[in-house]
DNA sequence: CTGAAAGCGCTTACAG
DNA sequence: CTGAAAGCGCTTACAG
């Protein structure tokens, strides 16, 4: 535990050149096989891990990454923080949580953070409401930064799902039903991620001759409040629609809360797909039919990308089309009883 | 950002050591008031935030401490998460998330993080699966580990929910309806949690004078899957429940599909009470009512309790009573049809 | 009242 | 092939 690296030169009878160079693999390091593999078993022995605080001041880097987000508690972000720490791990770093209500807008926290040099650079899931202005008050004009599900203009750095696939994906299964009169309820106008989803929506829409219509499309964002009162303005309005793409699963079991308190069923009367898989989608009434996107590839790459960054190579865009947005069927999606 | 000790050193015209004892408010420092509003002054200007890595290895201490859970994709642990959090914060701490799953039984990754200065403790959250055994082959004789909601004999160090009021408190509430057949859908035998919250509603039978029957009690544990099990299991026998305790949230999901399934109306056939409350509880069909525990405070009390810990206070065994179980009244539960 | 200096554990250019 | 030494940025006992 608290070996240090003396103790293993002392017990190898080598310098601390030497251990240091052989446990880091230093191709330099021309010792003889004989002295390496004494120093390794000396250091297998004392079960020594170098000591980070040492490594990281001379080395001037943390290996430590922070991943902030506004909510943890979705096993969609699980899935990306699972994926965000396998990736950490196999290139040696280790991943910090922030929670983005903990950061203000406007706040140095994460300047911070990477000025104490807690951290070398970030993953960052920014929340619906913060607009690009805060995002880049928050951010600054700091390179050590990788956005997550959304992207923003002007900044380089970013991995996002294929949500124009998704979001068409799931108005396809719909159409394939049978349905004509097909709403969105969608997010935030000003959200980049709601845009793509409504783009592939309208997408589908305009690729099978179906008419887009206004009326059909909410844009109050993926909260099951939100989606509630687009339930209740939808049913407001003529025509009704006999399908509808809920461009979030929080946002789904919303709508199939308004849905039932309005006496509507699902899925002989109206027909509802959600964006997004996760398990509770199995244990509403009816159970979900989703589609599927690969959060874990996201929180990988996002990784993968913000170290190739650190180590100086340019920002990239990426979109995850590995593996592609999949349809999950359950029991809220059927043909429409008049077409 | 990078700025050095060195540097405000040298603007302000002092030594380091001045500008060091000034910056961490020593009490020993007995500058002139002049000297030391001009170091704040320039460490301000400069905006100066100490080199966490130097400070560090200085102090033999990361202050950081990370919080190991088994799930993270759960609104229960993000309550727990903030807490930690900000009682984190407040001490001057920084919070890792590690994910159990990550951690096999026997691997040393526990004792590596702490072996190498990343972390100075744990807040450990267990796996149900996770056996006594398994759990100490885990922190070995590590005092520096909080367990968190459970609690293992013959290791100091832990924070827990009132899990016997709690569970006594939903099982009342049934009682109070008029329920006398009531069931509990347990955890899994030897977790020291479901002992607790079985303990609770056999408590609140025997203080209404109810008969226990052990007909009506499962012990699965807490998942969707294992809860619809039980439900079978349960309308299997006689005499059937016409009130069922589950003792956590997801099951009481599960459970609620499984009933629907067997065409056994909530709540007019059978009242579900479930241990936890979250948001999912509101959208279930019908919503659920259900038991709502401090988890927030528990997070706090545990990074409080581990900081203590760490500093050489003896180990403690809490139980947050602070604030007490809540009942949270929804449509799931009802007076019995035929009493 | 303030400063010079040691040392935390590591890596790496340099010397031999 | 291997070692002595400097230095990353900090804190703190010690000296004056």
């Not at 009367?269 to 964006?275: D, G, K, L, R």
């Amino acid at each position: 535990m608290a070996t240090k690296l003396t103790e293993i030169a002392r017990q190898a009878g080598v310098s601390v050149s030497v251990v240091s160079r052989v446990l880091n693999g230093d191709p330099t390091v021309r010792a003889r096989e004989e002295t390496r593999q004494r120093v390794l078993q000396v250091a297998k022995d004392l079960n020594y891990t170098a000591n980070y605080a040492g490594r990281a001041l001379r080395l001037a880097r943390s290996n430590a990454l922070a991943l902030i987000t506004p909510n943890v508690s979705s096993p969609l972000f699980a899935d990306l923080l699972a994926g965000a720490t396998e990736a950490a791990e196999a290139a040696n770093y280790t991943v910090l949580i922030g929670l983005a209500d903990t950061i203000a807008a406007g706040s140095d926290t994460l300047r911070r953070l990477v000025g104490e040099g807690r951290v070398d650079g970030f993953v960052l899931q920014r929340h619906d409401d913060l607009s690009d202005q805060a995002l880049e008050s928050l951010v600054a004009n700091d390179a050590r930064v990788v956005l997550v599900t959304s992207r923003t203009p002007g900044r380089r750095g970013s991995v996002i799902l294929d949500d124009v696939a998704g979001a068409k994906l799931a108005t396809q299964h719909l159409i394939s039903l049978g349905h004509k009169r097909i709403a969105l309820i969608g997010g935030v106008p000003h959200s980049d991620i709601a845009r793509r989803r409504e783009h592939g929506y309208a997408l589908a829409l305009h690729e099978a001759g179906l008419r887009r219509r206004e009326s059909l499309v909410c844009r109050l964002g993926y909260t099951p409040e939100a989606a509630e009162s687009a339930v209740e303005i939808l049913y407001a309005g003529t025509p009704r629609p006999t399908g509808v793409v809920v461009a979030n699963v929080n946002g789904a079991i919303g709508a199939l809360t308004a849905l039932r308190r309005l006496g509507v069923d699902v899925p002989s009367e109206i027909s509802v797909v959600a964006y997004h898989d996760e398990w509770v989608a199995e244990h509403t009434w009816p159970a979900l039919t989703t589609v599927k996107m690969p959060y874990y590839e996201v929180g990988a790459q996002a990784v993968r990308s913000l170290i190739d960054q650190l180590s100086g190579k340019p920002a990239q865009d990426i979109v995850v089309r590995e593996p592609p947005p999949q349809l999950v069927l359950r029991s809220s999606t059927a043909p429409p009883k008049e077409p």
